[in-house]
């Protein structure tokens, strides 16, 4: 079992930058790849950014050029940067865990979520 605790969610201006973090705990938070989704309303959810245990990262092509992605192994935590907002990337985002089987990260575990909405 995996807790996670996603922070840093909020309202920001298109252009600005976002950093949102995720606290994992339990027994596999140490063991299994964590990353970030979001939903935006009307639309199906979508991976935003993963990373492995190995520190592997796999990011969405739509956001490589505006994001990264961290982790720090000692706390447990993932940290995603998000640069130049636009009004598109207003969602919810949920911080998930799960393994990385192959080219493919399977969350089996999710966060309550964390709103982030672009707006001037």
């Known amino acids: 079992q995996v807790l996670l605790v996603e922070s840093g969610g909020g309202l920001v201006q298109p252009g600005g930058s976002l950093t949102l973090s995720c606290a994992a705990s339990?027994?596999?938070?140490?063991?299994?790849?964590l990353g970030w989704f979001r939903q935006a309303p009307g639309k199906q959810r979508e991976l935003v950014a993963v990373?492995?245990?190995?520190?592997?990262?796999n990011y969405t092509d739509s956001l490589k050029d505006r994001i990264s992605l961290s982790r720090d192994y000692d706390k447990n935590t993932i940290a995603l940067q998000m640069n130049d907002l636009k009004s598109e990337d207003t969602a919810v985002y949920y911080c998930?865990?799960?393994?990385?089987?192959?080219?493919?990260?399977?969350?089996?575990?999710w966060g309550q979520g964390t709103q982030v909405t672009v707006s001037s």
């Open positions: 990373i492995s245990r190995t520190g592997r990262t």
């Open positions: 998930s865990s799960g393994p990385w089987l192959r080219s493919d990260f399977v969350p089996a575990f």
């Open positions: 339990g027994a596999g938070a140490g063991i299994y790849a």
